[in-house]
């Protein structure tokens, strides 16, 4: 199975801030990672596809990044509906894992 | 609108069985790949299935902690996606989420670099005693 190691697990930020979220695979997954926003009680919402491709109607304050092992997730200005948590999910072979998860939090 | 909607879930005794129903909605089932996901109370997410649609043989893959106890399968007719699960334990209870794949290639038992990009809302199964 394909590891996934996001960091930080937790991150407070205000809004306005510039937030980067990291997520890093145990092998090469090429550009087949994708980024889900989660708010409590609800479905995950998926945010970025194959690394860097804006899902159709996530704001453009979203961006992604990466490939191989490395991927990064930014918010360039925080707003109050950004505070969620983040996961990132490669799709480049079953088990389709998941990384533990970032808690993003108002400060 | 897209719309995938589970229901089935509950309470369950250790040992017994479960069927989760997600009735698919506003997009041609039928072309599509589907998953099962879940999330323990309090814990991350978690894949548990997919399945390929006809036009990929219509197979499927699990989680190493669900295979043989756990079955995904495909009702085209009426755009029906379900998880037959059995020898339910504690540690099975989570909410369970199901979601379409776009995207994405296959070759040969290998299907990747799809996206997940409508769930439903989630159906809680607990399993306790």
């Known amino acids: 199975d394909i590891q996934m190691t996001q960091s930080p697990s937790s991150l407070s930020a205000s809004v306005g801030d510039r937030v980067t979220i990291a997520c890093r695979a145990g092998q090469s997954i090429s550009n087949y990672l994708n980024w889900y926003q989660q708010k409590p009680g609800k479905a995950p919402k998926l945010l970025i596809y194959t690394a860097s491709n804006l899902e159709s109607g996530v704001p453009s304050r979203f961006s992604g990044s990466g490939s191989g092992t490395d991927f990064t997730l930014t918010i360039s200005s925080l707003q109050p509906e950004d505070f969620a948590a983040y996961y990132c999910?490669?799709?480049?072979?079953?088990?389709?894992?998941f990384g533990q998860g970032t808690r993003l939090d108002i400060k | 609108e897209v719309q995938l909607v589970e229901s089935g879930g509950g309470l369950v005794q250790p040992g017994q069985s479960l069927r989760l129903p997600c009735a698919a909605s506003?997009?041609?089932?039928?072309?599509?790949?589907m998953n099962w996901f879940r999330q323990a109370p309090g814990k991350g997410l978690e894949w548990v299935a997919f399945?390929?649609?006809?036009?990929?043989?219509?197979?499927?893959d699990y989680a190493a902690s669900v295979r043989g106890r756990f079955t995904i399968s495909r009702d085209d007719s009426n755009s029906i996606l379900y998880l037959e699960m059995s020898s339910l334990q504690a540690e099975d209870t989570a909410v369970y989420y199901c979601?379409?794949?776009?995207?994405?290639?296959?070759?040969?038992?290998?299907?990747?670099?799809?996206?997940?990009?409508?769930w439903g809302q989630g159906a809680l199964v607990t399993v306790s005693s």
């Open positions: 979601s379409r794949v776009k995207g994405g290639y296959c070759s040969g038992d290998r299907c990747y670099g799809g996206w997940f990009d409508a």
């Open positions: 506003g997009f041609t089932f039928r072309g599509y790949a």
């Open positions: 999910q490669q799709s480049y072979n079953a088990p389709f894992t």
């Open positions: 399945i390929r649609n006809r036009d990929h043989g219509g197979t499927a």
